[in-house]
Nanobody, 116 residues
Framework: QVQLVESGGGLVQPGGSLRLSCAASGSSSSISAMGWFRRAPGKQRELVATITSGRSPDYADPVKGRFTISRDNANNTVQLQMNNLKPEDTAVYYC??????????WGQGTQVTVSS
């Protein structure tokens, strides 16, 4: 059974930074993509950023230039560096991993709150 364990959420003031991390179990050779989604209160879950093997990272327009996604294949981890955070970034952030291009797995979610 694949498990994704997230860490790094919390409360930060506008303009601040946070770094999210996610560790995946299983063989990294089976992971075709890893990334982050988020769900804000009253909204649907949306893509934040993703890395697909062999491709450049993809970012949602609202986070371009502020967030950076990186992946460590040796350790089966993915990180999301979030800078210049805004109140509208407040959401539960979910780690996502796709195995063999078919099977999708999700972390339990970590809360990010941007407020003064």
């Amino acid at each position: 059974q694949v498990q994704l364990v997230e860490s790094g959420g919390g409360l930060v003031q506008p303009g601040g930074s946070l770094r999210l991390s996610c560790a995946a179990s299983g063989s990294s050779s089976s992971i075709s993509a890893m990334g982050w989604f988020r769900r804000a209160p009253g909204k649907q879950r949306e893509l934040v950023a993703t890395i697909t093997s062999g491709r450049s990272p993809d970012y949602a327009d609202p986070v371009k230039g502020r967030f950076t996604i990186s992946r460590d294949n040796a350790n089966n981890t993915v990180q999301l560096q979030m800078n210049n955070l805004k109140p509208e970034d407040t959401a539960v952030y979910y780690c996502h991993a796709q195995y063999s291009g078919l099977y999708n797995f999700w972390g339990q979610g970590t809360q990010v709150t941007v407020s003064s």
